[in-house]
């Protein structure tokens, strides 16, 4: 199976890199929710059954108290010792009458009975009975036989209501709250009951019963206390529902059963006072829907951030897949179609390899003709031809650079053979003997010393220099080293050379004027023989020579400035070309041959840039025929200036003014349309396809402001529009112009028109015209 390419790659790995944490953190988040949410109801649900707990044990205490309150009475302990017959009506009276003050709304209490078993009798809220004629007699004398003392019984309700009033018997189940009589006697021969309805603890509790959740209370045996369900009070709890007591295991807890045939949380609390145990079931299902709602938000909310995920990965591979593309592109090769598969880091890295290759063999090409490269800079250098500002950076570019640093004074040394004839050498030898002069210079002279040496027309030229400054110790450094070059090669090739030496220079644009020198110093073998060492010093009175060169390096600079337009740079250098050719003592004739060259030039740059003559000048006569009626140099300079240079430079500027002039157009309609926005000379830069420095000194060539400054005025401009012709307030107007808050172009707007907005739409509310910046 083919590979996918390095995109797919990159793709199907951004899928999974952001799917993976989308995935998890939606799976985590629902979980945590849910737990979150169920673990929020429990607690909730507690909190509720224990208040609960808490109402009914306060009923529960109270009848407790006021049933002992009942106990140690006068009254009770009276009537519980001896027979109530119709005599005791005075007795029974009273006895009634304490009963039923214990009775109130608030503790729910319905009935307080009275029980001697060992006198036979009961008494009640419906009055006094024999207790053997009583219908419930024998359930009722039973409660005697409870173990405890005190304590609260479920028994069912119709035990204590006579016959005539069984059937409105509201709840089924009575909880009652016994004590054995007497109290303080170790024989107990009856018993009093404080009851309470059991359906009446339904207002007891602190939610109401809703249809996914149940309350329900438990008496120590498991018995129902409290019930939605009346008809369910006194049964077992195995009798209406699967849970069984074993799972209600410490005073609180919570677990999840089965419950009505659906998943409940069941949660429990039993209460320290009568270990009742007070139970909530919560249908799970209806716990977990507000999960289920946060499930279905956060599943959105993850197939948006994936759909976010799947985009982003796509648009980020492609751009970081189009350096690869490009580069594939450049070695041509196809990255689409059928080769799709192709491994393009290994196309990559064979075209590398192939490249470093020809890098290594272009850089020993490089080496191989770096010295030509160099001879021919230097022979440029010897002739002039190199302009002085580059000269300096081009020797230390060919690696002089010790010697441009180090050299204090420097001389030309220009040698030529003397003759061939008498000699075992043909003309044909000749340059195979300059060349093996030229390796000798190499090998005799340091490279600290001397500059490569250069073969010009059959003269062999290079330059000495020394870190010395004197020039008395650098001549004698001279002549030692020409004359044990001069004797090795007659030593070695059997030849008399002869040496010029030029005059000591320090400067290095002096160069050429050196070249001269040493070339003038040769010229004096016609008297002084073959085989001579000779100065310039010693044949011009120590006098450099007088530079005849036409100084063209002077001439580019001055083209190049009228080129450029720049009217101080061209009248500097026209300046200085005039100086370098007065400097030569010459004949008035000889001064108009570099003149005329000149001219000459000048009009060769007119005709390549297509200026006619006719834009420059409106006299017939011709230029040649003006220059030779000038006579002296301030006439010459201003001729030149006035008659061709000045209005050249004018043409050129008119054309860099239009191209300027149409930019700062362009710059303006962008400022006018989109100013209210975060406009910046970048993004004009962008559009316009130009660098944004360039398109600034443009700009504020053209408007004499800076883009900020324009884009500002311009801003103040629509401001004071909209204060004086519009309601809009100067908030509004604020955001309108991209500001971030109301002060900052406040005072922005007080330092630009000396008031404030408020006080600018005051004085200005009558309908202006619009003031544009004064560009």
């Known amino acids: 199976m083919k590979s996918l390419n390095y995109l797919s790659k990159m793709i199907l790995f951004g899928l999974l890199l952001s799917t993976i944490p989308v995935v998890f953190i939606g799976f985590f988040s629902y979980i945590t929710s849910s737990n979150e949410i169920q673990n929020h109801v429990n607690r909730g649900k507690m909190q509720l059954l ?221 209460s320290d006072f009568n270990d009742w145990i007070y139970v909530s079931a919560i249908d799970i299902a209806s716990m977990t829907k507000e999960a289920t709602k946060i499930g279905e938000y956060t599943l959105i909310v993850c197939l948006i951030l994936l759909f976010l995920s799947a985009i982003t990965v796509w648009l980020g591979s492609r751009r970081m897949y189009s350096p690869i593309k490009r580069l594939m592109r450049l070695f041509g090769e196809q990255v689409e179609g059928n080769s799709r598969h192709v491994n393009e880091f290994q196309v990559i890295g064979e075209h590398v390899a192939s490249l470093f290759q020809s890098k290594t063999r272009l850089e020993n090409e490089v080496r191989h003709h770096l010295s030509q490269v160099r001879t021919f800079f230097l022979i440029r250098a010897c002739q002039g031809n190199v302009k002085s500002s580059e000269l300096v950076d081009k020797l230390i570019r060919y690696g002089y650079g010790q010697q441009v640093e180090q050299w204090r004074t420097m001389a030309m040394l220009t040698l030529q053979i003397d003759t061939l004839e008498g000699t075992r050498y043909s003309k044909q030898d000749l340059e195979l003997l300059q060349f093996a002069i030229q390796n000798m210079i190499e090998e005799l002279i340091p490279f600290g010393h001397r500059l490569s040496p250069v073969i010009i027309d059959h003269t062999i030229v290079t330059i000495a220099g020394s870190r010395d400054a004197d020039n008395q110790q650098f001549n004698k450094l001279l002549y030692g080293i020409t004359e044990d070059l001069q004797s090795k090669i007659l030593n070695y090739l059997e030849l008399k050379v002869s040496i010029g030496i030029s005059l000591p220079f320090q ?23 073959e085989g001579i060492i000779i100065q310039y010093e010693d044949i011009n009175s120590g006098k450099h020579y007088l530079n005849l060169n036409y100084p063209q390096h002077i001439e580019l600079e001055l083209i190049d400035a009228i080129k450029l337009a720049d009217q101080e740079q061209a009248k500097q250098a026209i300046r200085e070309f005039l100086q370098a050719v007065f400097a030569a003592e010459l004949t008035p004739q000889e001064y108009l041959i570099p003149l005329a060259r000149l001219l000459n030039n000048l009009l060769i740059v007119m005709q390549e840039s297509g200026i006619s003559l006719n834009q420059i000048q409106q006299s017939n006569r011709s230029l040649f025929e003006q220059l030779t009626e000038l006579r002296i140099a301030a006439e010459i300079e201003e001729w030149f200036w006035s008659s061709l240079i000045d209005p050249m430079i004018k043409i050129f500027r008119d054309r860099q003014d239009a191209q300027y002039h149409n930019i700062s157009e362009k710059i ?41 400054e324009y884009l500002t005025a311009y801003r103040f401009s629509m401001a004071k529009k909209w204060l004086a012709e519009t309601n809009m307030t100067i908030k509004e107007i604020a955001a309108k112009l991209c500001y971030n808050n109301p002060q900052n172009f406040i005072r922005s707007f007080r330092k630009h028109e000396g008031m404030t907005p408020g006080q600018y739409r005051e004085k200005h509310m009558k309908h202006l015209p619009l003031q544009k910046p004064h560009m």
Not at 77 to 88: C, F, G, L, N, Y
């Open 50 to 270: 224990m208040q609960t707990n808490a109402n009914v044990e306060q009923i529960l205490t109270t009848v407790n108290h006021t049933l002992n309150q009942v106990v140690n009475s006068v009254v009770l302990r009276e009537a519980i010792s001896r027979e109530i017959t119709v005599e005791d009506f005075m007795l029974y009276n009273d006895l009634r009458n304490e009963l039923r003050h214990m009775q109130s709304f608030d503790t729910k209490l319905e009935d307080v009975i009275v029980v001697n078993l060992a006198h036979n009798w009961m008494v009640k809220n419906s009055g006094i009975y024999r207790l053997d004629e009583y219908a419930y007699n024998e359930e009722i004398a039973s409660l005697i036989n409870h173990p405890d003392e005190i304590s609260w019984i479920l028994s069912p309700s119709k035990w204590y209501y006579s016959e005539e009033n069984a059937s409105n018997v509201v709840c089924n189940y009575t909880i009652s709250l016994i004590k054995k009589l007497p109290v303080n006697s170790l024989t107990k021969t009856g018993f009093i009951l404080a009851n309470i309805p059991a359906c009446s603890f339904q207002e007891f509790q602190q939610f109401e019963a809703e249809s996914d959740s149940e309350l329900f209370i438990l008496d120590d045996q498991f018995r129902v206390l409290l019930h939605a369900d009346h008809q369910l009070i006194g049964e077992h709890l195995s009798a209406i529902s699967p849970l069984s007591p074993e799972q209600f295991t410490g005073s609180s807890g919570q677990f999840t059963a089965e419950y009505n045939g659906k998943p409940y949380s069941i949660i429990y609390y039993q």
């Open 668 to 708: 303006i309609d962008m400022i006018q349309r989109y100013y209210d926005t975060d406009l910046t000379l970048e993004m004009c830069a962008q559009k316009l396809h130009y660098n944004a420095n360039y398109l600034s000194s443009v700009f504020r060539k053209e408007t004499n402001y800076s883009f900020s």
């Open 507 to 529: 400067d290095w644009t002096q160069i050429p004027r050196a070249y001269r020198e040493g070339l003038d110093a040769l010229r004096h073998r016609i008297k002084l023989g």
